[in-house]
């Protein structure tokens, strides 16, 4: 060790050719770690980095393919569904009224309640409609009296109407002295669809600033 150690001694920096073997094999070794360290931090590093987000950008963008190609595989498919749910819509819109049929459907309740042999002591459609995005509802207040039997099948062809008719918030009290015969409060709501006018209206209001 003292031999090694000696090696170092007396060294003379302005002329490292003299040195022994074992500083000069030293020197070059930290001479070679400082060329590598300086070349990652001059230029690898960033080549690194980039490399690195390379990869990561791959890797996203083998997802996306997928993802685009499953979405491909399946187009005739999704098509097909779309093709469904607009024929669903279609048929569930034909089920609202336009406005020239709305006074026919109230009629409609009206009879239905009446055949059943109900007596009306309130039929009072709403003075407005509430207008939705593309369909308008109509609130009527009901209060018939008659058997509990009879406000069953009412209610049963009211659910039965070629149109959308609701029954909401019923509450049934009896009436008389006997209890025999009661009364049911309602709010039956009716829908119509809206035309385009109307509904080119709507869309321009939802548009307009909330007025603070």
Known sequence: MDKLLDQFKYLNP????????????LALIAVLV????AGYFADWQGQMDELVAGAEQEAK???DYKGKKQLAVNLDL???????IDSSFGALLKQLPNKSQMDALLVDINQAGLGR???F???????????KEFYAELPVAVR??????????????IAQL???????????TPVGKDGSLLAMDTSAKTFRYLDDEEVTKQKRAAKKPIKK
């Not at 040195?19 to 000069?24: D, E, S």
């Open 34 to 37: 400082a060329l590598v360290a």
């Open 162 to 172: 070629s149109r959308i008719v609701t029954l909401n918030d019923i509450a049934i």
């Open 117 to 119: 042999g109900l007596q």
């Open 61 to 63: 963008l083998k997802d």
């Open 14 to 25: 302005q002329n490292p050719g003299t040195w022994p073997v074992l500083p000069k094999l």
């Open 78 to 84: 999704y098509r097909q569904q779309l093709r469904e």
């Open 144 to 157: 018939v009296t008659g058997s509990y039997h009879d406000m069953g099948q009412f209610a049963s062809d």
């Open 121 to 131: 002591e309130l039929f009072k459609p709403a003075p407005a409609e509430t207008m």
